[in-house]
């Protein structure tokens, strides 16, 4: 067989057509903009993008698509001379027209006073949101968009120069923005002072536009907050948040009502040992480091998400009144009974996305319990659980992982099921055995994360599935030795082995997965020789494999007809290249391409019908 290997010049007189196309004029411009979308206007620079090309130039600088977000967040140190600062400046005066959002949330004073000074610019401006800085009156009094303006969140506090947002503010809103249906008050600090503007302001006016309270760092008594409920009458949203250093005062109970809330979140409430909630419209009830709550009552029967996360002294969940539950995180909660979390799946059978947490040492999840689960994330900290059992009919997703840097101890494992879009386990170096009785899996992955030096015995773990018949599109295998992991037969299409040891024949394994069409190796060591011998195998990828293995590759692939090798350390020579091309015409007839890729270049074969190899 001839091998042809030519000067990137020699070729350049009969290359195709198609090489020469310029694909910057090939897409289209919706194309562009949405990928232009992805690229943050501030973060990085769009402006030095457009010199690229005529048509990217025009594109950035006239359609007002990508200027019609502006958000920012934590910019906390600036200097008269920062790009992000210049780059800020210049999108306000160039581009001031087309903004729609603009956010600045945590940002140095710097991006207030360059907001200030071109803000009668922002003519289509439709939500401003301007938090955890200094409240600035006369911001507010400079804006010209009273016909878009439609929501707006500010910083009412001022823990240094005492300045707050006051009745006088909301009542300006109010009567020169005749579109604005949404006020947003956010307290980064909830003072004396503060707390009485608060009081004012849920009795004032225009307290019915007020539909988004967050409060921080303060002391509340249960009187104080139902007082404001009641006087913001169209509160939707409501956040409370404290450190160590503020909480709600100790009591053994709180009792809180509110007819409009659809969302309400508290983050370190305090000693407080039971929390009860009359909130009828509530939607979405999320309640973290409440470390002192035992007992939880929510009477909302629109409640459809439910997140609780370390709360490490909950134990009763009965009295949650809510039958329409869709999504469920319960992380954290170690001295929550498995008994306790059934009778609440019994009382809830519509949920469809779980997070847990798990400190049980079995988990059982059937038709009965979770008749509507779909998606199902399951956590351990690596001391409790060892099997688990899940045969919800309608289940999709199943991800398991661990929560801390412990390894998870999961031995064995059951699932049931028709179809699967994915199924992970990550971090079982233990797994001993899964048992899959499912038609079909579009991507089932297990990283057993089993370091090089750990020694497991052969035939460690079982993967059995129950139907020779099961269809899989992606098997995924990471960070073990093959020969510890034996399969039942099954149809898998693709197969990856990513940071494994090749320490036995692949013939053992790509022999039980039936017609595999393509073939992945990345980050593989073990054997001086890869040996791949299968008659359905098309396509082979091996990259960034260990050197000895990337030199001696054997493949007696009947069908193969593209190999590629990646992340070489060296160059190819003539010489090589025609020892592989002679090799693999043997064994492989009907092999199409071959791509190597180097630390330097990358490298393209094409095998033409006359056998040729040729460069491309």
């Known amino acids: 067989m001839a091998v042809e290997i030519s000067s990137w010049n020699d070729h350049a007189t009969p290359r195709s057509k198609s090489s020469n196309i310029c694909y910057v004029n090939v897409i289209p411009d919706e194309l562009w903009l949405k990928i232009f979308k992805f690229i943050h206007p501030v973060y990085y620079d769009l402006f030095h993008l457009s010199f690229v090309c005529k048509k990217w130039y025009n594109l950035v600088h006239s359609d007002p698509y990508l200027w019609e977000q502006i958000p920012l967040s934590n910019l906390r140190r600036c200097s008269s001379e920062s790009p992000l600062l210049k780059r800020f400046r210049k999108i306000l005066i160039k581009y001031g027209k087309f903004i729609k959002t603009l956010a600045i949330h945590r940002c140095h004073q710097s991006y207030l006073n360059c907001l200030l000074q071109f803000i009668h610019g922002l003519v289509s401006l439709q939500t401003l949101e301007l938090t955890g800085t200094k409240y600035n009156k006369e911001l507010l009094r400079n804006l010209l968009c009273y016909k878009s303006l439609r929501n707006i969140v500010v910083e009412a506090s001022d823990s240094e120069s005492g300045d707050c947002f006051t009745v006088e503010d909301v009542h300006f809103l109010s009567d020169n923005f005749p579109s604005l249906n949404n006020i947003g008050l956010h307290f980064s600090s909830l003072k004396s002072q503060e707390l009485a503007n608060l009081m004012s302001l849920s009795s004032?006016?225009?307290?019915?536009?007020?539909?988004?309270l967050v409060l921080e760092r303060g002391r509340l008594e249960e009187r104080v907050l139902n007082d404001v409920f009641r006087g913001f009458q169209q509160l939707k949203n409501f956040c409370f948040s404290n450190d160590h250093n503020f909480s709600w005062p100790s009591a053994n109970s709180h009792k809180l009502k509110s007819q409009s809330i659809t969302s309400f979140s508290i983050f370190s409430i305090g000693d407080v040992a039971e929390l009860i909630l009359h909130f009828p419209s509530l939607r979405k009830l999320q309640l973290a480091n409440s470390t002192s709550m035992q007992n939880l009552e929510v009477h909302s029967s629109?409640?459809?998400?439910?997140?609780?996360?370390?709360?490490?002294?909950?134990?009763?969940?009965?009295?949650?009144?809510?039958?329409?539950?869709?999504?469920?995180?319960?992380?954290?909660?170690?001295?929550?009974?498995?008994?306790?979390?059934?009778?609440?799946?019994?009382?809830?059978?519509?949920?469809?996305?779980m997070v847990l947490g798990v400190y049980w040492s079995h988990l059982r999840l059937d038709q009965h319990s979770n008749p509507s689960l779909e998606s199902l994330f399951i956590s351990d900290n690596g001391e409790f659980l060892s099997t688990l059992d899940l045969r919800c009919s309608k289940l999709k997703r199943l991800c398991f992982k661990k929560a801390f840097l412990r390894p998870a101890k999961l031995k064995a494992v059951r699932i049931l099921g028709d179809e699967y879009v994915l199924i992970s386990f990550s971090d079982v170096p233990y797994l001993q055995k899964i048992s899959a009785d499912t038609r079909k899996i579009d991507t089932f992955?297990?990283?057993?994360?089993?370091?090089?030096?750990?020694?497991?015995?052969?035939?460690?773990?079982?993967?059995?599935?129950?139907?020779?018949?099961?269809?899989?599109?992606?098997?995924?295998?990471r960070r073990c030795n093959i020969s510890s992991v034996t399969l039942t037969s099954c149809n898998v299409k693709h197969i990856t082995f990513d940071s494994c040891n090749l320490d036995c024949m692949l013939s053992d394994i790509l022999d039980k997965c039936g017609t595999v069409e393509s073939t992945t190796f990345n980050k593989c060591y073990g054997p001086c020789q890869l040996l791949l011998k299968n008659p359905f195998i098309r396509m082979v990828?091996?990259?960034?494999?260990?050197?000895?293995?990337?030199?001696?590759?054997?493949l007696v692939c009947s069908s193969l007809e593209q190999l590629d090798m990646n992340h070489f350390t060296f160059l190819l020579t003539a010489c090589e290249v025609e020892h592989?091309?002679?090799?693999?015409?043997?064994?492989?007839?009907k092999l199409k391409s071959l791509n190597f890729l180097c630390q330097t270049s990358s490298y393209s074969y094409n095998i033409t019908g006359n056998d040729n190899i040729k460069m491309v």
Request: charged share 25%.
């Open 541 to 554: 990828s091996v990259s960034n494999c260990s050197i000895l293995m990337m030199e001696r590759i054997t």
């Open 302 to 353: 629109s409640l459809r998400s439910l997140v609780l996360t370390n709360c490490a002294e909950l134990r009763k969940l009965r009295k949650v009144h809510a039958f329409s539950l869709q999504e469920l995180q319960i992380k954290g909660c170690p001295a929550l009974c498995q008994a306790e979390l059934l009778y609440f799946f019994a009382k809830n059978p519509d949920i469809k996305t």
């Open 445 to 477: 992955e297990v990283d057993f994360d089993r370091s090089t030096n750990q020694i497991i015995p052969a035939a460690f773990t079982k993967i059995k599935f129950v139907s020779d018949k099961t269809q899989i599109r992606c098997l995924v295998l």
């Open 204 to 212: 004032s006016k225009g307290r019915d536009k007020v539909t988004y």
């Open 580 to 589: 592989i091309g002679n090799s693999l015409k043997e064994y492989c007839p």
